[in-house]
């Protein structure tokens, strides 16, 4: 009887505890799965024929090699955006930009900087949870060449690692706006000077045991360059506006965005075409890189977004999603910042000079 009591005290504790928890927190809460659910294959048939033969999916489904063997608890695992903790938020401006501003009916960063061709690479993230970190160094990276012109690929690896519990819990998941600020106080080296962890990719049955995150080394490998000269720097920290029209021309005016969405099963599935949800249990939430938009031939406006699951996953590694109807949650928090000079520009009195993007 005491050990009963026991139990459905702690019970209540932590019902309290989640409550507490529920009103401090902002964004994506996955759904309970069951041990059985979690233990499944996250690629079925059923569902590439549920997509496929709907008429108004809009989207094709495949078992996509990246995820053919894959269970549900280790697709759920890369989904590593946790929600974020309110007062990540206080002192972060929302970015809204001038509604005249004149902006095209499609728009891919890719040809709109060829000379940056980081904005088109597809990473892998491996088996950890670490989406959050990816798509903020990706944007912060391709922001640096808009911005400076200057081929670059920063390191996840300093980020994932070293930001510690102010971005979450590194491979079990974080927050991309703590990310973001992150570089703003701590800046972030450089992928040669650290470079991501797993390299290896899921070779060995299952991608089990699960890597933990890797510990921060705050050294560069090799002796070529000293961790602080490595260190890249941003000015600003801020989320965008949660509509269409400013999260375009924040991507117009200064690059691509690291933006955050609920997945759901289908999403695993996701082949060609401008991806709504069609069916499924909520799984986790995930961040990418937004790197434009336009209309389809049908005419439905979607995002274009560049993935972390390798190019064996979706259209080459990218996917479109349906834009302007929030979608997923899509719009809800895209977040950014601008690159700074500092570090990188030896020219002492040049420096100050150097072009500012307006935001
Ligand atoms: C999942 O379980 C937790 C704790 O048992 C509960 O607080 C939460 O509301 C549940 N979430 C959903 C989506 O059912
Ligand atoms: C999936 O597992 C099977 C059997 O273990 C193996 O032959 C196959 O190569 C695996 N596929 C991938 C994409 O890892
Ligand atoms: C970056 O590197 C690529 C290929 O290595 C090159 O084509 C491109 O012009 C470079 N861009 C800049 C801004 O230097």
């Known amino acids: 009887m005491a050990v009963y009591n026991t139990k459905l005290c702690l019970a209540s504790v932590f019902l309290l505890l989640g409550l507490v928890l529920a009103f401090d927190l902002q964004g994506i809460a996955a759904e309970n799965l069951t041990k059985q659910k979690l233990n499944s294959k996250i ?10 033969q709907n008429p108004n999916a809009g989207w094709k489904a495949a078992i996509n090699d990246r995820f053919s063997n894959a269970t549900v608890a280790e697709f759920k695992r890369l989904l590593g955006v946790k929600p974020t903790p309110k007062k990540h938020f206080l002192g972060v ?11 095209p009916k499609d728009f891919d960063a890719r040809a709109n900087w060829p000379q940056c061709t980081s904005i088109g690479k597809i990473l892998g993230l491996g088996h950890c949870g670490s989406c959050w970190a990816f798509g903020a160094v990706e944007s912060l990276s391709d922001r640096f060449c808009i911005q400076f012109g200057m081929n670059i690929t920063l390191s996840v690896n300093d980020l994932l690692a070293c930001c510690g519990f102010r971005c979450g819990d590194g491979c079990d998941g ?31 049955p299952g991608c089990e045991p699960a890597y933990p995150t890797p510990k921060c080394s705050r050294k560069c490998v090799g002796d070529n360059k000293l961790w602080s000269e490595s260190k890249h720097y941003s000015v600003s920290t801020y989320t965008v506006e949660s509509n269409p029209q400013d999260i375009m021309a924040e991507v117009y005016k200064n690059g691509p965005v690291e933006v955050s969405f609920t997945v759901y099963e289908d999403f695993a599935h996701y082949k060609s075409g401008v991806y709504k949800h069609i069916t499924g249990a ?38 479109m999603i349906r834009r302007g109807t929030n979608e997923c949650g899509i719009e809800d928090e895209p977040v950014a910042g601008l690159p700074s000079s500092k570090n990188v520009f030896k020219v002492d009195a040049g420096s100050n000079d150097l072009p500012v993007a307006s935001v």
């Open 93 to 103: 401006p929302i970015v809204s930009h001038d509604p005249s501003l004149k902006l």
């Open 43 to 52: 690629l079925q048939d059923e569902i590439v024929k549920k997509v496929n």
């Open 282 to 319: 909520n799984i986790g939430g995930h961040a990418v890189k937004l790197i434009g938009w336009g209309t389809t031939k049908e005419g439905e406006d979607y995002w274009l977004l560049a993935n972390q699951w390798n190019r064996g996953w979706g259209d080459d590694g990218y996917f």
């Open 174 to 204: 974080g927050y991309p706006v703590a990310a973001w600020q992150y570089f703003s106080y701590s800046g972030v080296v450089t992928e040669e000077c650290d470079p991501y962890f797993d390299n290896t990719g899921c070779s060995h």
